[in-house]
């Protein structure tokens, strides 16, 4: 597949899909999904799951193109879980992986800004974080001078992959676009200001692949738009609906976190570890997409 | 001003705006906000924050009718601004005062259980949280076991105060209703499973006040729906358009942030120190939505 020379982070991503595949690893880490014998060997449940989640990442960095950390995990265990999630981030950041912080925060004015340097700098720093749009633009304008200085990225979710999605990204407008198609096209209109040597550009977009119809019109109307694609296998979303994501085999990642986390359970991988069941679920979940495509 | 004896979160809040008035104080303290001879007294930003904090806490209790704590402030400074948020929460909570925590966290299914479990409990706990809604009534609804079983409450988006809330919230429907009045309603529709003796539900909802004619609608529709109103004084809120907001006086609290914690600024206050301050400025806009409605 096609890569491009360009070094800004986008195109980083996108030259990573081309030798890498589509495999987007996320590390929603649950104690609970460690195997018993594992987590009972630390002091506490925040340093089993940073030791479990370190390896995950060594046993899958040259088959997981993109890791996406969902911080909802780790606030959930209260300061020390965010410690857990601050020792995620440098270990990543330390293998040189590509790093989404799946954050979806949202607010405006300072207290985007107030954002912005939490997720993109200091303890917390990732290369994208997801950003949620329904206070408006303002919400992404804050991020901007980091997409140019730091080299940094969102994800601003579009059209997401939950049974009520509909609910409001379904609302239908007078002229019969969607909440979704309208908040798409802005988000095509902020992107087209931080477009790399790909042709994608730094502000992509949460497209949930359960939604075939509505996912399909969006992609072509945004085609400078990387797509951050949740859904697969747990949510319901197949392999043969992917290739309505893509364009010439890219612009695109596809999430699995529990898929890849629990691999163990998966009868055809009861044999292995942990950690080897989460690489041997990333090589047939890329496969699985490759063929598709 | 009447008094309800039902002892539901809701209730304590409508009773404290019954007897304290409309007062949310915003702790979105930022380091910058610290007189210069205050905060390097100390060894950190993060703890210069939490002790100027307590200081405005200890002099405002009984002027401030709520403290509302934004947490990107806190994330900003990693995790020791975590460590300062969570000791803020605490100090409110030993003090009994209620608190919002303006998290604004919006995910679904176990997502959303993992941060109800990390704002409604442990090292975050607050008493009611603001959520974003983009994905759909889904983002409520993990969060419902604590508003039953341990007397939590939400605050959902719904109209907010920024110049870009039209982009999505203002998105007109081929009924002519806006997303915020199609949201508003659904909260309403949500929140009637959770009603307090004063007539309130304990999933209330976020209403900037400086869009006088959208708010106005969603007030005659949302009876049931307590307030958070934000947008007073810096956004460009007046009292005079509090009225649209409240019924019988009650129904809402009006949030000040920088307002409050620079009031020192004021020429009117300058011979305060800035806790002195900021309770003067409690008491002068406590007087002044009194005095409007």
Same mark, same amino acid.
């Given at each position: 597949?096609?890569?491009?020379? $360009?070094?800004?982070?986008?195109? +980083?991503?996108?030259?990573?899909?081309?030798?890498?595949?589509?495999?987007?690893?996320?590390?929603?880490?649950?104690?609970?999904?460690?195997?018993?014998?594992?987590?009972?060997?630390?002091?506490?449940?925040?340093?089993?799951?940073?030791?479990?989640?370190?390896?995950?990442?060594?046993?899958? &960095?040259?088959?997981?193109?993109?890791?996406?950390?969902?911080?909802?995990?780790?606030?959930?265990?209260?300061?020390?879980?965010?410690?857990?999630?601050?020792?995620?981030?440098?270990?990543?950041?330390?293998?040189?992986?590509?790093?989404?912080?799946?954050?979806?925060?949202?607010?405006?004015?300072?207290?985007?800004?107030?954002?912005?340097?939490?997720?993109?700098?200091?303890?917390?720093?990732?290369?994208?974080?997801?950003?949620?749009?329904? @206070?408006?633009?303002?919400? &992404?304008?804050?991020?901007?001078?980091?997409?140019?200085?730091?080299?940094?990225?969102?994800?601003?979710?579009?059209?997401?992959?939950?049974?009520?999605?509909?609910?409001?990204?379904?609302?239908?407008?007078?002229?019969?676009?969607?909440?979704?198609?309208?908040?798409?096209?802005?988000?095509?209109?902020? #992107?087209?200001?931080?477009?790399?040597?790909?042709?994608?550009?730094?502000?992509?977009?949460?497209?949930?692949?359960? #939604?075939?119809?509505?996912?399909? +019109?969006? +992609?072509?109307?945004?085609?400078?738009?990387?797509?951050?694609?949740?859904?697969?296998?747990?949510?319901?979303?197949?392999?043969?609906?992917?290739?309505?994501?893509?364009?010439?085999?890219? $612009?695109?990642?596809?999430?699995?976190?529990? $898929?890849?986390?629990?691999?163990?359970?998966?009868?055809?991988?009861?044999?292995?570890?942990?950690?080897?069941?989460?690489?041997?679920?990333?090589?047939? @979940? +890329?496969?699985?997409?490759?063929?598709?495509?």
């Amino acid at each position: 597949m096609k890569t491009y020379p $360009g070094n800004k982070l986008i195109d +980083r991503l996108y030259n990573a899909v081309a030798e890498k595949g589509h495999v987007c690893l996320g590390l929603d880490t649950d104690y609970s999904y460690l195997p018993d014998a594992f987590g009972t060997k630390f002091a506490s449940p925040a340093e089993a799951v940073y030791a479990f989640n370190r390896e995950v990442i060594d046993a899958t &960095l040259d088959v997981s193109t993109v890791y996406k950390v969902q911080i909802a995990y780790y606030e959930a265990m209260g300061l020390a879980g965010l410690d857990c999630y601050a020792k995620t981030l440098a270990y990543l950041r330390e293998k040189k992986a590509i790093v989404i912080a799946d954050v979806k925060r949202g607010d405006i004015a300072k207290t985007a800004e107030m954002y912005a340097q939490a997720h993109f700098t200091g303890d917390f720093e990732a290369d994208f974080i997801t950003v949620n749009p329904f @206070m408006g633009m303002d919400t &992404l304008k804050p991020f901007y001078p980091y997409l140019e200085k730091k080299d940094k990225g969102l994800f601003v979710l579009v059209a997401t992959s939950n049974p009520g999605a509909n609910d409001i990204e379904g609302i239908l407008a007078a002229d019969g676009e969607s909440v979704s198609e309208k908040t798409g096209a802005m988000v095509a209109g902020e #992107n087209a200001a931080f477009l790399g040597e790909s042709g994608y550009g730094m502000i992509g977009a949460v497209v949930g692949c359960t #939604n075939k119809n509505q996912t399909d +019109r969006i +992609r072509a109307r945004l085609e400078n738009v990387f797509f951050l694609i949740p859904g697969y296998g747990a949510q319901g979303g197949k392999a043969e609906d992917m290739k309505y994501y893509f364009k010439d085999g890219n $612009g695109g990642v596809v999430n699995s976190s529990r $898929g890849i986390l629990l691999a163990r359970n998966k009868p055809e991988f009861a044999h292995l570890s942990f950690a080897e069941a989460a690489r041997a679920e990333c090589v047939r @979940m +890329r496969e699985d997409i490759q063929s598709a495509l």
